[in-house]
């Protein structure tokens, strides 16, 4: 689908997400909000709760989507949210194919709009002063907490290099078998990431 335009409701449903995100920055949490709808009718909201309830998983679509209860079809939906949708929200919002997606702001964090508009997925991008203000507030504040709710990412850890087991210090033997082995690890789980190469 693509990239789409707002309109007036549009506008009224991001206000409402982003009420929802102050709610959790105020809380202390992460200030993301959600709202899924249809048409002008508010289906469900929420807000990333990870700090409140100690949920890894509790980002602010998840928490709409948990709110909202079980649905046969999410096929006339939109969700609003006032941050773009990281890997696993992105992957909620296809797994249950919500045709729509309000994004408040890309600027604090990108997520990765394009991968869902390459799925057919329309994208409406608002660019709303107040979702960047609440999230740079947060970031500013939190910054610890804002790396743990997007698995570790920033400041990226720097990360202590290791030896190979394949290869001793002295470079006089190899191992084979271990090769064999390693390159075999290394290829299955290669098949299982998205893009790897087995």
């Given at each position: ?26 809380s202390g ?39 909202a ?6 096929l ?17 919002i ?20 394009p ?84």
């Amino acid at each position: 689908m693509g990239y789409g335009q707002a309109d007036q409701t549009d506008r009224e449903m991001m206000a409402l997400a982003r009420a929802q995100a102050r709610i959790s920055l105020d809380s202390g949490g992460v200030p993301v909000g959600a709202v899924l709808a249809v048409g002008g009718e508010v289906i469900a909201a929420g807000h990333n709760e990870r700090v409140q309830r100690g949920d890894p998983v509790a980002h602010g679509e998840i928490s709409c989507l948990r709110n909202a209860g079980r649905r046969p079809s999410y096929l006339e939906t939109t969700l609003y949210t006032t941050l773009s949708p990281c890997q696993m929200c992105t992957g909620a919002i296809l797994l249950f194919q919500i045709p729509r997606v309000v994004v408040g702001e890309a600027q604090t964090y990108p997520g990765d709009l394009p991968f869902l508009a390459d799925r057919g997925v329309e994208i409406v991008l608002l660019d709303d002063e107040g979702c960047m203000a609440a999230m740079q507030e947060f970031q500013t504040r939190y910054p610890q907490i804002w790396s743990e709710d997007i698995g570790g990412r920033y400041p990226r850890p720097r990360l202590a290099r290791a030896r190979s087991p394949l290869i001793h210090a002295d470079h006089s033997s190899i191992d084979h078998s271990s090769i064999v082995s390693h390159i075999s690890t290394v290829s299955t789980v290669a098949a299982l990431v998205p893009g790897g190469r087995a």
